[in-house]
């Protein structure tokens, strides 16, 4: 894909920051913030302040469309270079309602047999693409040792809940049924995915094993939505000034689930299943300026109490979004290496 000019010259702008003496960054993003006993991360601060500067934002000024096209452009910015070293190639998902686009990652030298993540971008169930998370897809792909199948699954509004969810047990249905044609083990498959994909990543591993028959065998679940129904205290700590706001969750949730959708249904709110007994083991990353911070933990703490196998991991320091930053900041490429272990070390190898 051909880069325009301009995206380009910004591109360069915000590598230019980040390559600045740190003295000269804290210039920049101003003095340090302190929240609720966590000092944000200069990486973070310095992401925050130039998005201000930019106009940059998740729900964009004309809805839908101009939303979407700032996410696909936000890429460019923050991606960094295109991992060569990791093949690509188009897979189609049949389904009733017609074929679902993805993506099958594969690292260079990674034998056949190997492990794979089915992979669901975040975006608030509105916006985000296999596109926006190419970059992600091919860290993880890398840095694990596996295979990932990134999904492009039915968007809101033009697709309201449990679309997306269908999605995304059909996709983990898909992987496990055509593991040799993707070259994966069918027993090493994963599912995961970044903030509403961390959703629906949950929703399909409950939904796999509450069903009986194929179930992942682990999740990677980064700053998750978890529980539409209520608002933890994070929701009003963060509400405003760290890129997803309290506003922007409304904006979206309204979106995906509009009245009358029962927001408790755990399809949408996972934490609000009854029974969470037998679910795979779960990496859970959460960020510490984030107003889902407290709903992802929640989930950490209600999978623990059921048995399960959870490592939480706040990232006390950073903000929603960390995966997606990876092309500029050290903060958001260690966090997200991170998780990538953790899931090199359930399926990896």
């Known amino acids: 894909m051909t880069i325009p000019p301009p995206v380009r010259i910004q591109a360069a702008v915000v590598r230019a920051a980040y390559a600045l003496p740190e003295g000269l960054r804290r210039a920049v993003a101003g003095k340090p913030v302190v929240l609720d006993g966590q000092t944000l991360a200069l990486d973070a601060q310095l992401i925050l302040k130039l998005q201000r500067l930019s106009g940059a934002s998740l729900v964009m000024s004309g809805g839908v469309g101009p939303s979407r096209a700032a996410m696909e452009h936000a890429r460019h910015l923050v991606g960094g270079p295109r991992n060569r070293t990791v093949a690509a190639r188009s897979v189609g998902i049949p389904q009733e309602h017609g074929e679902l686009a993805a993506t099958l990652y594969t690292p260079e030298g990674l ?26 897809a091919r860290f993880l792909a890398q840095r694990a040792r596996v295979r990932v199948l990134s999904v492009e699954y039915r968007l809101a509004p033009e697709h309201a809940f449990p679309a997306a969810a269908e999605d995304a047990l059909a996709a ?47 999740q990677l679940l980064l700053y998750p939505a978890t529980d539409a129904s209520t608002r933890r205290p994070s929701r009003a700590l963060f509400a405003d000034g760290f890129f997803l706001t309290s506003a ?31 679910l795979p083991p779960a990496y859970i990353g959460t960020a510490g300026f984030d107003p889902l911070r407290d709903e992802g933990e929640a989930y950490a703490r209600a999978l623990e109490e059921a048995g399960v196998a959870v490592r939480l991991s706040r990232q006390s320091d950073l903000i929603h979004g960390y995966a997606s930053y990876i092309g500029v900041g050290h903060r958001f490429r260690e ?15």
């Open 335 to 349: 966090a997200t290496a991170e998780a990538a272990e953790a899931l090199r070390q359930a399926i990896g190898g």
């Open 111 to 136: 034998a056949a047999g190997s492990g794979l993540l089915v992979l669901l971008h975040g975006g608030g169930w509105v916006v985000g693409s296999r596109a926006s998370h190419d970059h992600i």
């Open 248 to 278: 922007d969750m409304d904006w979206f949730a309204d979106r995906y689930a509009p009245a009358p959708a029962d927001r408790t249904d755990p399809r949408l709110s996972p934490l609000l299943a009854e029974d969470l007994t037998g």
């Open 172 to 218: 983990f249905d898909y992987a496990y049924a055509k593991a040799a044609d993707l070259g994966a083990d069918p027993e090493r498959i994963a599912v995961g995915g970044d903030s509403a994909g961390g959703n629906l990543a949950a929703v399909a591993a409950q939904q796999a094993v509450r069903r009986g028959g194929p179930a992942p065998v682990f």
